[in-house]
């Protein structure tokens, strides 16, 4: 473990039904003034974690939400929230390793929200932490890649067919974990790396379209997802201070949202690349 990153920590360390309105409500609500006033933003992972945050802070900052994720009721509660503050916002149950489902619930929410000028891809998983490569199942290995690879191709794939040319974001949200550092989960590690390659070649296919793309990479932050983690570290036998410090240290899911907000706002028009965050 080092750096912001260490590596017991995912920073550096069922299909919900597609139909519409999963707890949807009206997707535009009164004029709002803040950096994302009058945008309409896609949060995909917006039902717990730094994704929760981000729905709250991007309603705050005057965005219309739409809150995608696979917790199909996490994410209309998050979307009922950010309506609470004010925002637009519906939500949609969605697997993000199901492209026909992908694919659908963006044409979905494009057409509720009349179009879509940045996507905040944060949904992703946790697997295999602690474990000795030589001890990690295939079956692992392949269910992390599907949700934290494959998962961000769909989603890049169909929310550039809706992306505003000319002011358009894309962030997919990798780690410091399989950039700056290792990871103690060999899949997870590989996954955010593969992410993060997947992040710098789209930036420069999709720029000279006017679309921006970054990769956001946290360090270790207080979530359910790093919760589970430090459990599953300690049960494979990680050590039990490395475990402790890492959990001394966390960072807040909001000090997260608050930089994806700022990248999805055109204020950060002249940001390129990978972002990181403590
Ligand atoms: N918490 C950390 O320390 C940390 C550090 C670095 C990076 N990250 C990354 O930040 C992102 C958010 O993590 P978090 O800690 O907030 O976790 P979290 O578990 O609190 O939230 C993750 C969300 O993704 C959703 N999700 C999982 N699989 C999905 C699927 N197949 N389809 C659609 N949605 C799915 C979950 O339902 C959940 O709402 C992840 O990509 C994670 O790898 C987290």
Known sequence: MSGGAPSAGPGGGGTPPPGPGVGGGPASAGPSVGLLAGRRVVVVGGASGI??????????????????????????????????????????????????????????????????????????????????????????????????????????????RHLSPGDGVLVLVGSKAGVQTGSGSVPYGASKGGLHGLALTLARQLRPQGIRVHALCPGDIDTPLMRRSLDEARVNGTDGGRVAAIEAALGRPEDVASVLVLLASPVSAGLVGTVCTG
Do not use: Y
């Open 51 to 160: 994704g929760r945050a981000t729905v709250l802070a991007a309603a705050a900052a005057g965005a219309a939400v739409a809150v995608l994720d696979a917790d199909a009721a996490g994410a209309v509660e998050a979307a009922a929230e950010a309506r609470s503050a004010g925002a637009g916002a519906c939500a949609r149950g969605v697997d993000v390793t199901v492209e026909a489902e992908v694919a659908g619930a963006l044409d979905a929410v494009a057409a509720e929200l009349g179009g879509v000028d940045a996507v905040l891809h944060v949904a992703g998983i946790m697997g295999g932490q602690g474990l000795d490569v030589r001890d990690v199942p295939v079956e692992l290995w392949a269910r992390v890649i599907a949700v934290n690879l494959t998962g961000p191709f769909l989603v890049a794939k169909h929310a550039a």
